[in-house]
């Protein structure tokens, strides 16, 4: 089967799902792409451009595969002559209507952040299949949507949101967590130093760095001993917190900075000990599942898809209430290292393409299939 991927936001987690997935699916999948920047414009006009370059490329497949960041109800209007009957997949990374606005932006004071979550929505009507990256997300966004379409003044469409839900399925992201395993490194015990903690997320506001480095601005005045490793993609807006960290940790920071390149992060992953979590908002969290792959500890808010990477029985152990609550228990990491003794590493292994890729060409193949049946 012949798979068309749209993605009008190529960078970051976007870009590698993508290509991860053309790599390891037994279809013969092919991207169609524009550069990860300016978010706001590409769900605008995103849409046109890769219309345009849809018509000129040739391109036959058999089925669409979309990314949350196309407006999907102007490609096809724009593409109907090539692509009217064609089964299309909407895969929500993220979602407009939940995720969280930056403190910085001025949309929402002005009353034009709907839009953008309209854009999800009406893509995901005109979708064949609505995917969700984890059952939190598709939880919190068809749980949302009711309230979202009776917000607007008449013939808001309420019913909308049932026969959205009703073609909704989780779909996991795919991972190729298999390629961390090449640079697993041997290290006997008498090499292991101070305890290491782990940031390996991105530099934004949603991943709540304040509270992060405030847990460990209160060990350090403690006298507990422990080093930090900052990783993840900064930027030039990144919270101010980071610069303040760096200088108040001092030499506790063994490295500051995004990670050259994968070998490099795969290497920090596993040199870590504990990863404590204090996202705002996360729909699926790839970078807590490579770390948990890699055998480092988590404390994870009792909230958000953190749950579904655990095993039900370790909830208890690994997931905190509140500040307090990590707070105590990242110190008792500390004065009594422990070690993961493999349950969270086997749990997340599902998350590997090696599983994934199975799934997700069976379902593409069933939608491919029904839309045919339905043809006839």
């Given at each position: 089967m012949k798979i068309c991927l749209l993605e009008p936001f190529h960078t970051g987690s976007h870009a590698t799902w993508g290509e991860e997935y053309a790599r390891f699916s037994r279809h013969d999948v092919e991207l169609l792409t524009l550069p990860g920047r300016h978010w706001k414009w590409r769900m605008h006009g995103g849409a046109v451009t890769l219309a345009r370059q849809f018509l000129e490329s040739g391109i036959d497949p058999d089925l669409l595969l979309a990314s949350d960041m196309l407006d999907l109800t102007t490609f096809l209007a724009l593409t109907r002559t090539?692509?009217?009957?064609?089964?299309?997949?909407?895969?929500?990374?993220?979602n407009q209507l939940s995720y969280p606005w930056s403190p910085d932006d001025s949309d929402p004071a002005l009353q034009r952040d709907a839009h953008y979550a309209f854009i999800n929505v009406t893509s995901a009507l005109a979708a064949d299949a609505v995917l969700f990256n984890s059952r939190f997300h598709c939880n919190d966004f068809l749980g949302r949507l009711p309230g979202f379409l009776k917000s607007f003044p008449d013939q808001n469409e309420a019913e909308i949101a049932a026969r959205i839900e009703k073609k909704s399925t989780v779909l996991p992201l795919g991972l190729d967590l298999r390629l961390l395993d090449r640079y697993r490194p041997e290290m006997s015990s008498d090499e292991?130093?101070?305890?290491?903690?782990?940031?390996n997320h991105r530099w934004?506001?949603?991943?709540?760095?304040?509270?992060?480095?405030?847990?460990?601005?209160?060990?350090?005045?403690?006298?507990?001993?422990?080093?930090?490793?900052?990783?993840?993609?900064?930027?030039?807006?990144?919270?101010?917190?980071?610069?303040e960290a760096r200088q108040r940790l001092g030499?506790?920071?063994?490295?500051?900075?995004?990670?050259?390149?994968?070998a490099d992060y795969a290497r920090w992953l596993w040199r870590a000990d504990i990863l404590p979590v204090h996202s705002r908002h996360d729909f699926f969290g790839a970078s807590v599942v490579q770390a948990l792959y890699c055998n480092c500890l988590p404390l994870l808010p009792r909230r958000l898809a953190y749950p579904e990477h655990l095993p039900e029985a370790l909830h208890d152990r690994y997931l905190y209430h509140n500040f307090d609550d990590l707070l105590g228990r990242l110190r008792d990491l500390l004065n009594n290292p422990l070690q993961q003794t493999g349950e969270l590493r086997a749990h997340v292994a599902q998350y590997d393409w090696g599983e994934q890729a199975g799934a997700y060409d069976d379902l593409l193949e069933k939608l491919y299939a029904k839309q045919n049946q339905e043809k006839t």
């Open positions: 090539r692509t009217a009957g064609l089964p299309t997949a909407l895969y929500f990374h993220e292991a130093g101070s305890p290491l903690i782990l940031w934004e506001f949603d991943k709540n760095p304040e509270e992060f480095f405030a847990a460990l601005f209160r060990l350090q005045e403690e006298g507990l001993n422990f080093e930090v490793a900052i990783l993840g993609e900064s930027y030039r807006s990144s919270p101010p917190i980071f610069g030499a506790r920071i063994v490295h500051f900075g995004y990670a050259e390149d994968f």
